[in-house]
């Protein structure tokens, strides 16, 4: 209804809103969640990686073989620390892809399933259909449901154009921005997990000796950090979800939803972007 700038406003908006209500379950799907044909794909260069490891191994033996025929380079007591050491880190090698697999899918479950069970808590008291449905029509479906960025956003721009536009404005296209960074990391994160699984036969190489060893900490700190984002970042999202959802219950009825509450709620979900 502003002439001259209302047309460019409202879509602008809506459309930002739109973005941030799909938010986690694009970044879930797309950047989160390692796909299954991600890691198959990563199995051919595997393989290499795999036989360079198995060369490996029959050089440490042949070097055992020789330390024990002559008693030079490893001691008795040495080999015998070893030997249990290289049968473990065989196995693991020719095991290496099979584990990732299973680390990855696990890391899936997880990331899903936290954020599930915070978003699936029920907030507030109970209300009927046609209470649902009176909220629904005001665009503010907050208080029996999920917190929803388009619907808070129509309600706070009906409340009033100066707060839509002074306060709204830069909550969603801050939280939009911050979505744009994360995406780009994220991208990152997935080259890094497919790298760290075709390298994972000679990390459990360096697992055999003591100068070695520390390389292959360093691999699995890593692997493991990566791995856990997705089950992290859905703990904080679906906290940050209850949270809002919370605050939101608190500040709306549905004869006078606050506003301000509403953009408060808003504020607090966009708070994991960041």
């Given at each position: 209804q502003?002439?001259?700038?209302?047309?460019?406003?409202?879509p602008?908006m809506?459309f930002?809103?739109?973005?941030n209500?799909m938010?986690?379950?694009?970044l879930?799907?797309?950047?989160?969640?390692i796909?299954?044909g991600?890691?198959k794909?990563?199995?051919?260069?595997?393989a290499?990686?795999?036989?360079?490891a198995?060369?490996?191994?029959?050089v440490a033996l042949?070097?055992?073989?020789?330390?024990?025929v002559?008693?030079?380079?490893?001691?008795?007591?040495?080999?015998k620390?070893?030997?249990?050491?290289?049968?473990?880190?065989?196995?693991?090698?020719?095991?290496?892809?099979?584990i990732?697999?299973?680390?990855?899918?696990?890391?899936?479950?997880?990331?899903?399933?936290?954020?599930r069970?915070f978003?699936?808590?029920?907030?507030g008291?109970?209300l009927?259909?046609?209470?649902?449905?009176?909220?629904a029509?005001?665009?503010?479906?907050?208080l029996?449901?999920?917190?929803n960025?388009?619907?808070?956003?129509?309600l706070?721009?009906v409340?009033?154009?100066?707060i839509?536009?002074?306060v709204?404005f830069?909550?969603?296209?801050?939280a939009l921005l911050?979505?744009?960074?994360?995406?780009?990391?994220?991208l990152?994160r997935?080259?890094?997990?497919v790298?760290?699984?075709?390298?994972?036969?000679l990390?459990?190489?360096?697992?055999?000796?003591?100068?070695t060893e520390?390389?292959?900490?360093?691999?699995?700190?890593?692997?493991s950090?990566?791995?856990?984002l997705?089950p992290?970042?859905?703990?904080?999202?679906?906290a940050?979800a209850?949270?809002?959802k919370?605050?939101?219950?608190?500040?709306?009825n549905?004869?006078?939803?606050?506003?301000?509450?509403?953009?408060?709620?808003?504020?607090i979900?966009?708070?994991?972007?960041f």
């Amino acid at each position: 209804q502003i002439k001259g700038i209302g047309w460019l406003i409202c879509p602008t908006m809506e459309f930002l809103a739109n973005i941030n209500d799909m938010a986690y379950g694009v970044l879930a799907s797309n950047f989160l969640q390692i796909d299954t044909g991600l890691v198959k794909g990563a199995e051919a260069p595997w393989a290499k990686f795999k036989d360079l490891a198995n060369i490996a191994f029959v050089v440490a033996l042949l070097f055992v073989i020789y330390s024990q025929v002559t008693s030079v380079g490893i001691s008795n007591y040495g080999i015998k620390k070893m030997l249990p050491k290289i049968i473990v880190a065989a196995l693991l090698v020719n095991l290496s892809f099979i584990i990732c697999q299973i680390a990855v899918d696990l890391s899936n479950i997880l990331g899903y399933g936290i954020s599930r069970f915070f978003t699936g808590l029920e907030v507030g008291a109970t209300l009927d259909s046609t209470t649902q449905e009176g909220l629904a029509d005001k665009g503010l479906e907050t208080l029996g449901t999920a917190l929803n960025w388009s619907g808070a956003i129509g309600l706070i721009m009906v409340a009033g154009v100066s707060i839509a536009m002074a306060v709204s404005f830069p909550v969603v296209l801050s939280a939009l921005l911050a979505l744009a960074m994360i995406v780009l990391i994220l991208l990152a994160r997935k080259a890094l997990i497919v790298l760290l699984i075709v390298i994972a036969p000679l990390a459990f190489v360096a697992y055999l000796l003591p100068n070695t060893e520390q390389w292959f900490k360093k691999w699995a700190k890593m692997f493991s950090t990566l791995l856990l984002l997705f089950p992290i970042i859905g703990l904080v999202f679906g906290a940050s979800a209850l949270a809002a959802k919370i605050v939101a219950t608190a500040g709306g009825n549905e004869d006078d939803p606050d506003p301000l509450i509403q953009l408060a709620a808003l504020g607090i979900s966009a708070l994991p972007f960041f």
